[in-house]
């Protein structure tokens, strides 16, 4: 049984998708007509997928703007559609504006073949996910089989900073004046926190009778109750949170800025070293006795 799905306008010009499911009305207010429409044709699909179980050959041009209009019904932010966006420029660049019978397992290889003597591998595989994307909505829309698969390439891994414990020292004087910057250092060379972790730790998380931090990781969802550090950092981990606003309890109030981070690292000739290089030292090069604070 095939379900009806309307396109109604009231006297407000709300535009809006009317239907009745098990004999109940069902309907959604859109903002635009454009929108309206094109959500009627999505909840017909959906509502008659037992109906109609065929590919619909559709071309190039209607298959990109449903998609847009899709994602905006859904709510998804304008940088994200830009990107995309790209994507599907270089796509037709490179293949050509393709109806839905013409996208095929060879057609996307070529693109990704073609695409990666352009750009650089973390750069395709932004691409590729993006085209992945727009492959399923494509999918479940019945634009295209389920044949085709779409896989990221793996990338290179970037080879780890090298720092001696001079070039630590100065990075550390480097920043001394600037005592965020200097104390999201100190705690990343002496605990290996990532930077994400570092910026959520409290006041109220540091136990300095016991040189220990609660810790709970963004990335592995994991917590540590008493995670050590060292007792030199520990002292100037306390030096910092007396000079805090009384009442303050997050341990960093301002933002990580990449600038000021690369402008230090430029001005000790450290050009290339990321936040994160600085955690690989936490266990195996930094000791507490050797660290020198000046």
């Given at each position: 049984m095939i379900v009806r799905n309307s396109l109604s306008i009231n006297k407000?010009?709300?535009f809006g998708s009317d239907r009745y499911e098990s004999g109940k009305r069902k309907a959604k207010a859109l903002p635009t007509r454009k929108l309206a429409e094109h959500y009627c044709q999505?909840?017909?699909?959906?509502?008659?997928?037992?109906?109609?179980?065929?590919?619909?050959?559709?071309?190039?041009?209607q298959m990109v703007e449903e998609y847009r209009e899709s994602k905006k019904v859904q709510g998804v932010a304008?940088?994200?559609?830009?990107?995309?966006?790209?994507?599907?420029?270089?796509?037709?660049?490179l293949i050509g504006k393709c109806n839905s019978k013409q996208i095929t397992?060879?057609?996307?290889?070529?693109f990704i073949f073609e695409r990666g003597q352009e750009v650089r591998r973390s750069t395709l595989n932004k691409d590729i996910r993006n085209l992945r994307t727009f492959i399923n909505w494509c999918r479940g829309n019945r634009y295209l089989n389920g044949a085709i698969k779409i896989k990221e390439l793996k990338e290179d891994?970037?080879?780890?900073?090298?720092?001696?414990?001079?070039?630590?020292?100065?990075?550390?004087?480097?920043?001394?004046?600037?005592?965020?910057?200097?104390?999201?250092?100190?705690?990343?060379?002496?605990?290996?926190?990532?930077?994400?972790?570092?910026?959520?730790?409290?006041?109220?998380?540091?136990?300095?009778?016991?040189?220990?931090?609660?810790?709970?990781?963004?990335?592995?969802?994991?917590?540590?109750?008493?995670?050590?550090?060292p007792l030199d950092?520990?002292?100037?981990?306390?030096?910092?949170v007396n000079n805090l606003p009384k009442g303050q309890d997050l341990l960093f109030t301002d933002a990580y800025s990449y600038k000021k981070w690369r402008k230090v690292c430029n001005r000790i000739q450290l050009q290339g070293l990321k936040f994160h290089d600085l955690r690989n030292y936490a266990d195996t090069f930094i000791m507490p006795s050797r660290f020198a604070f000046s």
């Open positions: 407000d010009r709300i999505l909840k017909y699909s959906q509502l008659n997928s037992d109906v109609f179980t065929g590919i619909v050959t559709i071309d190039w041009k304008e940088a994200t559609l830009y990107e995309t966006a790209l994507t599907l420029r270089h796509f037709e660049q397992q060879n057609s996307i290889d070529k891994e970037r080879p780890v900073k090298s720092l001696n414990m001079p070039q630590i020292r100065e990075l550390l004087s480097a920043t001394k004046s600037n005592p965020s910057i200097y104390m999201r250092i100190l705690l990343a060379l002496g605990t290996g926190l990532r930077r994400g972790d570092i910026e959520a730790i409290k006041v109220s998380d540091i136990d300095f009778v016991n040189n220990c931090i609660t810790t709970n990781s963004k990335k592995t969802k994991k917590a540590m109750a008493s995670r050590p550090v950092i520990i002292k100037e981990l306390k030096s910092y």
